[in-house]
C-alpha cells in the first residue's frame, strides 16, 4: 500500500478565520501517519503594509492573527509530530519566530524548533541596484521618482523541505510562492530529488488547491439556487492527501460544513492559471493538460495526471512604493427620489473637487462598474431605486488634498441635499507595485533555526 502524505490548509489569506485549525488537526491525528499543517496567509500586498506596520513598531510586520492561529493548535502539532509551516513571518519573519517561542513557553513545550527562512527580501542596497536594471524603462523611472516600500522575490520550496529534514517543528517563511508551502513538506517527506518535475509539478498543484483555504470546500464556489453549499457558517477547511505517485485527493474533516466535488476542485484548479501548460512557480513548471478529475463522492476528489517542466531561470520580484494616499467616503439615500438625491449630492462633490480624480459609484445601482472616471452611468429616474450608497474615492499624493473627500462628502449632512446620512469615511496610504523578474542566481535563500 503506498504512504499517504496529507497537508491541511488552516488559513487562506490574512485576517481568514482563526478557529478552522482545530477540526483539521483533530482530523490529522485521527486518521494517523505523516502530515503537516500550513497557514497561508500572505496575498500579493500584504507583505507590503506589513512592511509599514514593521517601520512603525520593528516589533511587528508579522500576521496580525498569528497567535489567535496557532494558540489552540501548537501543543497537539508538536506532540503529533506534525510540523506548521507558513508565511505568516511576513515582513519580520524572526519576529513571528519570537512570539511562537512564546507561545510554546507559555503551553510548557521545551525548546520547540522553529526555523526561519531568510533570502525573499531583495531591498538591500546590494541587490536594488541590479533589480532596477530588470525593470521596464517607465517602471525605472516611476521606482526612481518614488519610495520604496518593499521589495520581495517569491522564493520556492527548497528551504522549508530542508527545514523539515533537519527537525523544524515550525517553519516560519516571509515571501514564498503559495504551493511552495505544500511542496516543501511533500519533497521533505518523499525525498525526492528537486529535477523531478513530475513529481514536483504533482507537489505543485496539491499546493495550488489547498492555498485558498475554503475556496476549494465551497466556500468562494458558493451561489444560493445555482451552486448549494452546505453548512456555510461552519466552513471546513481542505485537506489533501498525496501519495509517491502524486495522486492527489482533495477532502476536508468530517462533521464540517461545505463542500468537496468536482465543480469546487476545477474553479480551484483553474483559479489564477493563465496557461494550463505552463503554470510558473520557482520549483517548477506545472502542467495540468492531463489532468483527470475523479468524483469519489463524501467530500472527496481524486486528481491525478499532473506533469512537470524545468523551472523557470528567473524569480518574480514585487516592488511596493510609496502610492500616495486613497481617501474614500460614503453617504447614503434612501426613499422616494433616492437616486435623484445620489447624483445630485455627486454633482456638489464634483464641482466642489474639480481639481481632483475622483471615482464615484452608486452603490446598488452602478458599483460593479470598472470606470474610474468619476462619471458612472446615468440611469433613468424612474428605474425604482429606494437605498443607494454614494462612494467617492480619490488618491493624491497630497494627504490633505485627499483628506478633502472625506471633509465634503461629511458636510453633505446639512449642506445637501436631503436625506442624507450614515458616513463612513477612510484615509489611509496606498500602494502601487512593480513587477520584474530577477535572475535566480542573485537571490541567495537560506534557514537557520530560532534562538531567543
Not at 428605474?383 to 490633505?400: K, P, Q, S, T, Y
Amino acid at each position: 500500500m503506498t504512504e499517504i502524505y496529507r497537508v491541511a490548509c488552516a488559513a487562506g489569506f490574512s485576517g481568514d478565520r482563526t478557529d478552522v485549525a482545530r477540526p483539521l488537526v483533530d482530523e490529522l491525528i485521527r486518521q494517523g501517519g505523516p502530515s503537516c499543517l500550513i497557514f497561508e496567509s500572505l496575498a500579493e500586498r500584504t507583505l507590503a503594509l506589513a512592511q509599514l506596520e514593521r517601520d512603525q513598531n520593528s516589533e511587528l510586520g508579522y500576521e496580525p492573527l498569528l497567535s489567535e492561529m496557532l494558540s489552540p493548535v501548537l501543543a497537539d502539532c508538536v506532540k503529533s509530530g506534525i510540523p506548521i509551516v507558513g508565511n505568516f513571518g511576513a515582513a519580520n519573519p524572526e519576529g513571528a519566530a519570537r512570539l511562537i517561542s512564546s507561545l510554546a513557553k507559555q503551553q510548557g513545550i521545551a525548546d520547540i524548533r522553529i526555523a526561519i527562512v531568510k533570502g525573499d527580501d531583495v531591498a538591500t542596497p546590494e541587490l536594488l541596484p541590479k533589480i532596477n536594471t530588470f525593470l521596464s524603462p517607465d517602471d525605472q523611472e516611476v521606482l526612481a521618482g518614488s519610495r520604496l516600500v518593499s521589495a520581495n522575490v517569491y522564493l520556492g520550496a527548497q528551504q522549508i523541505a530542508d527545514a523539515l529534514i533537519s527537525g523544524a517543528q515550525v517553519v516560519v517563511t516571509g515571501r514564498v510562492a503559495d504551493p511552495a508551502l505544500t511542496v516543501g513538506p511533500l519533497m521533505a517527506h518523499f525525498k525526492r530529488d528537486w529535477s523531478d518535475w513530475d513529481f514536483l509539478g504533482a507537489a505543485t498543484m496539491a499546493g495550488h488547491l489547498l492555498e485558498c483555504g475554503a475556496q476549494v470546500t465551497g466556500g468562494y464556489f458558493a451561489d444560493p439556487g445555482l451552486k448549494d453549499v452546505p453548512g456555510m457558517s461552519n466552513l471546513g477547511f481542505p485537506i489533501v492527501e498525496f501519495d509517491a505517485k502524486g495522486k492527489i485527493c482533495v477532502t476536508k474533516p468530517p462533521a464540517t460544513g461545505g463542500l468537496v466535488n468536482r465543480m469546487t476542485v476545477t474553479e480551484q484548479l483553474l483559479y489564477e492559471l493563465h496557461d494550463p501548460a505552463m503554470y510558473l512557480t520557482p520549483d517548477v513548471v506545472a502542467d495540468i493538460t492531463q489532468a483527470q478529475i475523479s468524483d469519489l463522492g463524501n467530500d472527496r476528489v481524486v486528481v491525478t495526471g499532473f506533469k512537470g517542466h524545468p523551472r523557470p531561470p528567473n524569480l518574480k520580484a514585487n516592488i511596493c512604493i510609496d502610492g500616495g494616499w486613497l481617501a474614500e467616503a460614503e453617504i447614503s439615500y434612501a426613499g422616494f427620489n433616492a437616486h435623484e438625491r445620489a447624483q445630485l449630492a455627486a454633482k456638489i462633490i464634483r464641482e466642489r473637487l474639480s481639481h481632483l480624480n475622483l471615482r464615484i459609484d452608486f452603490i446598488g445601482s452602478s458599483s460593479v462598474f470598472a470606470s474610474d472616471t468619476g462619471k458612472g452611468p446615468q440611469f433613468k429616474s424612474d428605474a425604482g431605486f429606494e437605498d443607494i450608497r454614494m462612494r467617492v474615492a480619490a488618491a493624491h499624493d497630497d494627504r490633505m488634498q485627499a483628506l478633502r473627500v472625506c471633509r465634503e462628502v461629511t458636510a453633505l449632512y446639512t449642506c445637501g441635499p436631503a436625506g442624507g446620512g450614515g458616513v463612513r469615511t477612510s484615509l489611509k496610504p496606498r500602494l502601487n507595485t512593480l513587477v520584474c523578474f530577477i535572475p535566480r542566481e542573485l537571490v541567495y535563500a537560506s534557514f537557520e533555526f530560532f534562538k531567543g
